[in-house]
């Protein structure tokens, strides 16, 4: 039930209707008994300054979940940001202080890697190549390097935005063997789409080397339709697929961490 001390929390968007967040998250607050509630805010690119600027100044306002096309746009009018969102440069989720300033995290990437986790697959030592080089990739790039994948091909349709994801990576993990190319899918132990093709019907594989085999991991960051072009084709050659939606589980803990939401006190 929404009280005068139900704790707001909301996401915006531009188009609004189609996202799936407030259901999860608002049964994400119900199962921890958490007395919050969380709505959607259709906002125009133009008012989004106007929009953040009066977040700041309701007082019983928690966070806010931020998706298209607002990523970039937000990151410059957070007041700080945590982990990797700088260099990425987007920000998905924020969390507004007691004192109304507003801290950022890019939280897209790590919930996908532990997605993976969930379902027992560790990126640690792997060769991975990512289809993409758009909003989602850039976050799973970084999350794959953070969590420890030995190389990182990137291979996406306008190759400039590739390379550059590469540089970026490489500049903060000079661990990760990070490089933009043609995809090297055959010797790879993880392909990861993290391009739009195969949201609509009759969309083509996001590449063309559909060299997969037993004992790889295809994973889709693409939640509907569940199987993928991608995804049918990997599963036919054998190989262990991986479906999008966990990623978007997991974020919801991770979105609802950032945001200071914990468990009502028994
Ligand atoms: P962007 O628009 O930022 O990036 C789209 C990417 O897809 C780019 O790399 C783009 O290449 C590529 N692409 C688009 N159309 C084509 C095409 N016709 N041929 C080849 N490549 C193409 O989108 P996002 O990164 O925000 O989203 C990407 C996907 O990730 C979406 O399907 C989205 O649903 C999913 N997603 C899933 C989440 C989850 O929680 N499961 C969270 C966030 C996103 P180019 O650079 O050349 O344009």
Do not use: W
Request: hydrophobic share 45%.
């Amino acid at each position: 039930m929404i009280t005068g001390h139900t704790k707001l929390y909301g996401i915006v968007a531009h188009p609004i209707a189609h996202v799936k967040t407030p259901e999860e998250m608002n049964n994400h607050f119900a199962s921890l008994g958490y007395d919050g509630v969380l709505v959607p805010f259709h906002v125009q690119p133009e008012n989004l300054a106007t929009f953040i600027d009066t977040l700041r100044r309701i007082e019983n306002f928690g966070g806010l979940i931020v998706t298209v096309p607002h990523k970039t746009a937000i990151l410059e009018l957070c007041d700080s940001v945590v982990g990797d969102a700088a260099a990425i440069g987007a920000v998905n989720t924020i969390r507004r202080d007691p004192d109304g300033s507003l801290v950022g995290a890019m939280l897209d990437g790590k919930g996908f890697v532990r997605g993976l986790e969930a379902s027992a697959i560790d990126v640690r030592g792997m060769k991975s190549c990512l289809l993409g080089a758009g909003g989602a990739a850039s976050a799973i790039a970084f999350a794959l390097a953070e969590a420890g994948v030995n190389s990182l091909r990137i291979v996406n349709r306008s190759a400039g935005k590739a390379e550059d994801l590469a540089r970026r990576v490489a500049e903060h993990y000079p661990n990760v063997k990070a490089s933009a190319g043609a995809p090297e899918t055959a010797s790879q132990d993880l392909v990861v789409n993290a391009t739009s093709l195969g949201l609509r019907d009759g969309d083509p594989l996001p590449l063309e080397d559909t060299a997969f085999h037993s004992g790889q991991i295809v994973a889709e960051a693409i939640m509907e339709p569940e199987v993928t072009p991608i995804l049918a084709t990997a599963r036919e050659k054998g190989a262990l697929i991986h479906f999008g939606r966990p990623m978007l589980r997991q974020q919801i803990r991770l979105m609802a961490e950032h945001m200071g939401v914990t468990p009502a006190k028994a």
